[in-house]
């Protein structure tokens, strides 16, 4: 019998899409200098390490002192949670891929707790979520995922990764998966289908 691939998915603009301009248009009455919140966010992101598992408090803090910014820690961390809509179709194509199925995310605490609460049927819907804020790596880091081939139990070139970004997509390859760039629900379903059915 045909051994089949596992498949394994990203999360932001696959299965739910993200948008900044939420968060900036709260941002923008509350600090002096709003014209600088994309690179200060896109800075202190990373500076910061929250989608490696570090403290919340200090991306906050990194973009408090950057932009001047008048609000308060909470009002900050609401802000940054409500950025997401669900991707309909793509989450009904991984309700028909088959399992064991599981999800790989470059993403950080508070959101990881957004998503549970306001798109509790998401992350139930695989059977492993290898998230970075848990694993201590990111994205194309080899690391984040060989903990997806720890957790299936499968070689290298049984998985099957869909993202949407071409870096993490090159990285997957690199390592022996299968890998398909996101650029469409139709077009991941015709290319899934292909490479399922030569297996």
């Known amino acids: 019998p045909v051994t089949p691939l596992i498949h394994v998915f990203d999360l932001g603009n696959v299965l739910l899409f993200f948008d900044h301009a939420p968060f900036y248009q709260k941002l923008a009455p509350r600090c002096r200098r709003p014209g600088a919140m994309h690179d200060a966010l896109h800075e202190h992101y990373h ?21 001047d910014l008048d609000m308060s820690f909470d009002e900050f961390r609401l802000a940054w949670r409500d950025i997401f809509t669900e991707n309909t179709p793509m989450l009904d194509l991984v309700r028909r891929s088959p399992r064991p199925r599981f999800l790989l995310s470059n993403t950080a605490s508070v959101h990881v707790a957004w998503i549970r609460e306001r798109f509790p049927e998401v992350l139930p819907l695989f059977d492993g979520c290898v998230l970075s804020n ?5 994205k194309p880091q080899e690391a984040i995922y060989r903990e997806v081939e720890r957790l299936s139990g499968a070689p290298s070139e049984r998985h099957l990764f869909v993202d949407d970004m071409p ?13 398909v760039q996101f650029t469409g629900v139709e077009d991941c379903a015709r290319r899934l289908a292909e490479l399922s059915g030569g297996r």
């Open 134 to 138: 848990e694993v201590g790596a990111e």
């Open 167 to 179: 870096a993490f997509v090159a990285a997957a390859r690199a390592l022996g998966w299968q890998a």
């Open 47 to 67: 500076r910061s390490g929250i989608g490696r598992g570090e403290d919340f408090a200090g991306f906050y803090q990194g973009m408090a002192h950057a932009l």
